[in-house]
């Protein structure tokens, strides 16, 4: 008798696995890079780039600024393989000069057959660095985008260094107080579209930086993470299923209260309640990994997080599959003192990024 019951149960479980294998997905990856001041050699007189010139500090050439696009190229031709073949049908990234440094971007030979599309906007940062999107034509499908100002004002908590790069601006003499004492940051890229036959959307960021310390600059990231809370508020108001994805550099792990308070994210998905955010990347923090390094300590500054519509166990449509951190071993330092971190550009080498770029899987049952 119990050898008939264990023949039964084995019969089951043999059957659930054939079925499970037979099953076939449609797999598209997410990802984010914060592509570390990817400027061109022009000097634009309405930002601040004068260190990214043939002249300047970095004595950025021609020749060092293509071998900048060839690196970045090669990794986003090469995140989320094996599992998936394809390069990113979406990625953000920060760090980006203008459009036309995107536009040389995605001809490089390694991107080129992609057919990778661009949203960018200008931001108002000093330092003339925005964030963009890049998207494969042949699967998303953008309907609609905006860029969402973030309005943060200096107060007595922001750095020194802060204060008179505000009070010093010469075009903001004659504006109004208010104006005058904004900290000007990335604004928030908001995009929705369809990818295949499904609508998304996508918030590209790239949060205040931690000038003047960690906890003085604190109130800035939160105030981004209220207006990412906001936004998405906004979309599920539109639409109770509404998928949507915060993707960028926060410069706040996934303990922070930017985005453990703010925006509300979860390290679990049995903690996500409904209409709530799930991050994937807070276990990987909780592991050891990281995506940045400092002073010998690693954190996650880049995350992708969801709305609680993306981890649903029903994979009819698009859900969540894994994430995770794009560190192959010729992105790492291998000598000196900053061995074992982001391989960055210095005076010697033309490097990648001081971030690793982060990535996620979306699958969907094939009919």
């Not at 003499?173 to 369809?194: A, M």
């Not at 906890?215 to 105030?223: D, H, M």
């Not at 009819?316 to 994430?323: E, T």
């Amino acid at each position: 008798m119990k050898l008939i019951l264990f023949q039964f149960y084995f019969a089951i479980i043999f059957s659930f696995s054939l079925q499970a294998q037979s099953k076939k997905y449609n797999i598209h990856t997410v990802a984010f890079y914060n592509f570390e001041n990817l400027f061109d050699t022009t000097n634009d007189l309405n930002t601040n780039d004068d260190e990214w010139t043939p002249t300047g500090a970095q004595h950025w050439t021609e020749e060092k600024y293509k071998q900048k696009l060839s690196n970045l190229a090669r990794v986003i031709s090469e995140i989320g393989k094996p599992e998936n073949s394809n390069a990113p049908t979406i990625i953000g990234g920060s760090e980006v000069e203008n459009r036309g440094v995107l536009e040389d971007l995605i001809k490089m030979p390694q991107l080129v057959n992609y057919d990778y599309g661009i949203i960018h906007f200008d931001s108002p940062d000093k330092r003339g660095i925005d964030v963009a999107l890049l998207y494969q034509k042949k699967y998303f499908r953008p309907t609609s985008f905006s860029n969402i100002p973030l309005l943060i004002y200096k107060n007595s908590a922001v750095a020194k260094e802060d204060k008179q790069e505000i009070d010093e601006d010469p075009e903001a003499v004659n504006e109004p107080k208010i104006n005058r004492n904004r900290v000007f940051t990335r604004d928030q890229l908001l995009i929705t579209g369809f990818l295949d036959d499904e609508e998304i959307s996508i918030i590209v960021n790239h949060w205040p930086s931690r000038s003047g310390g960690e906890k003085a600059s604190s109130q800035f990231r939160e105030a981004a993470g209220q207006l990412n809370r906001r936004i998405i508020d906004s979309l599920q108001q539109i639409n109770p299923n509404a998928k949507v994805f915060t993707i960028g550099d926060f410069n706040d792990g996934p303990y922070n209260k930017s985005i453990k308070i703010a925006l509300g994210a979860k390290a679990k998905k049995s903690e996500v309640p409904e209409f709530g955010m799930y991050n994937p990347f807070e276990e990987m923090m909780n592991k050891g990994m990281g995506t940045i390094a400092f002073r010998d300590s690693w954190d996650i500054f880049d995350q992708i997080i969801m709305t609680e519509s993306l981890i649903k166990p029903d994979y009819s449509n698009f859900k969540f599959w894994k994430a995770g951190i794009f560190n192959r071993s010729y992105l790492v330092q291998t000598s000196g003192q900053y061995k074992g971190y982001p391989l960055r550009h210095s005076q010697t080498e033309v490097g990648f990024s001081d971030h690793f770029p982060v990535y996620i899987y979306l699958i969907k049952e094939m009919k």
